[in-house]
């Protein structure tokens, strides 16, 4: 029996504006924000956004920010849990 889930081809988008204000699409949680930091959960992995007075506006799977976004880091994730709080504590430190 062919498993057709594992050919679904999983989509994430960012849409940058003059680092002021971005769009993302395919994210599947927020795992942490202030005006700092915000750490995504995305459909490709672990996106870490650092910037200053940012501010998420959150519908269904998309994400607006808006403030000066300084850096976007990606880390990739094959399982949640235990593995992603040791990412966690790494992009912290």
Do not use: C
């Not at 915000?38 to 519908?59: P, S």
């Amino acid at each position: 029996m062919d498993d057709k889930n594992t050919n679904v081809t999983k989509s994430h988008k960012v849409l940058l504006a003059n680092r002021k204000s971005g769009a993302f699409s395919g994210v599947v949680d927020v795992l942490s924000f202030d005006v700092a930091e915000i750490l995504l959960e995305t459909e490709l992995g672990m996106l870490l956004i650092k910037g200053h007075d940012l501010h998420v506006n959150l519908e269904k799977g998309e994400i607006d920010i808006e403030g000066r976004i300084d850096s976007l880091t990606y880390s990739d994730i094959k399982n949640t849990g235990k593995q992603a709080e040791s990412i966690l504590g790494r992009l912290f430190k």
